[in-house]
């Protein structure tokens, strides 16, 4: 696939010629047509040179050139090269391809020179063959090897190239060029009105020429000052060129200015407002956020004591257990006494026993004393079972009292943990006052030793979480 611009160059496979005031370029019909509206119209009713030509009329050369240097830009479609290289017809040389055209140059002295004859008059001949003709117009067209540049224009002289090349476009009806080239002056106006005041001569003098001459770039311009209006205010000599000329635009955009000024003043102060009020949100923020950690510190603190409660609670059972583990010791010894006193009752009978046998003995005094020791010691032995007895309901009572409280301790534990989880839920997804609908500074009440109670600090508002 070939480069657009080399066929341009070459002038290879050209099969119209374009004049424009007297100078000649070779263009391919094809192509011209579809960018032109105008040349393809022009191109298919051309009596000119027996339609070998079209003349171009109200275009200078140049701006024709970087035209078409514009419209042969890309890669040429492989199935038209193909074309071109099996038509025979486009190898022909240009005098050939073009005999009408060849015969017309014939009549044109490229460099007239006056011979005497021998008869004594004079003839006027041309040492400019048109073999050199033709091979000086494609130098010509050669010329014409750089790309259009699709950049900004860099300098005055360029804005004017581009609005000659603009109207140029508008002619030939190619509007793909019209846009480029007022987007590169556009783009020119805005570098020059981005670098500030002062402004340039150069601008000042293409401002003149556009606001003066050409109304399409005039648009154009009094646009992009409206995006730079502070700069454009500065230079007064613009100001009052601008209102001359287009006094309802400049009012216009005064008028806009004025409102954009407006608008932006209160803009500025709601944004200041607003800045307050995040600046309240946030200092009420970290206030709520300080209160809730000492909450929470608060919480901690009361957990920390009820887990010491706890881990005293089941100290004291541990003591309970023992004390019980003592009584049921000293319990197994009072049985052990009980029976070594039934053993010695026993004992006892069977010596009273053994004395009745010996009534007729003469030891009355003996056995009545025997008797009272006998009965002291079921007096002791009932002692003995009635304080077993009582030791064992006492220690009974105790081992109660003591599950008792332990079951109280871990139950009002487990109420105290819920009524927390309680609160912390309320702290954590009620942010206002139920009752008031405001802020509230959270305060903690402990009235009941299972419950916890919060408030709000704006009103009467209390809330108890009970386990």
Known sequence: MGTLLRYLTTGEGSDLILICNGEFFFVHRPIVAANSRLLRADACTSVLFDGEAIMVNDVSPTALGKILTFIYHGDIPESYQKSLLSNAFSHLPLHQKFPITDKFLSTVKGKPITIDLNDGTTRTTDIVTNKQKWAIMLSKQAALKDPYDMDACRDYAEVISEVDLYFAAEKLEI???????????????????????????????????VLREHREFAKLFIGVCAKYLPVVEKDSALVSLIEELHPMTW??????Q????????????????SKDQ???????????KSASENLEKMLESKVETLSRSLASAEARVDTAEATVRQLEDSH???????LAEKVSVLKMEDANKAVQKYKSQSV????????????????????????????????????????????????????MKNAFDLCKSFVNYEHDCPRCRRGWN?????????SINIGCKCCDFKKWYDG
């Open 364 to 415: 009355k005094p003996a056995l009545q004393k025997l008797a009272e020791k006998v009965e002291d010691l079921e007096r002791a032995v009932a002692c003995k079972d009635q304080a077993l007895q009582q030791s064992r309901s006492a220690n009974q009572k105790i081992k109660d009292d003591l599950r008792y409280e332990n079951e109280s301790l871990r139950a009002e534990i487990g109420m």
């Open 258 to 273: 004025h409102q954009l000024a407006t608008r932006l003043s209160e803009a500025i102060q709601e944004l200041e407002k």
């Open 278 to 288: 995040v600046s309240v949100l946030e200092s009420r923020h970290l206030r709520q």
């Open 332 to 338: 197994v010894s009072l049985q052990q006494e009980l």
């Open 175 to 209: 509007p793909a060029l019209k846009g480029i080239a007022m987007g590169k002056v556009s783009a020119w106006f805005e570098v020059e009105l981005q670098a500030g005041f002062p402004l340039s001569c150069d601008f000042r003098t293409c401002a003149i020429y």
């Open 442 to 450: 959270i305060r903690i009440g402990h009235d009941q030793y299972t």
């Open 251 to 256: 009012n216009a955009m005064m008028s806009v």
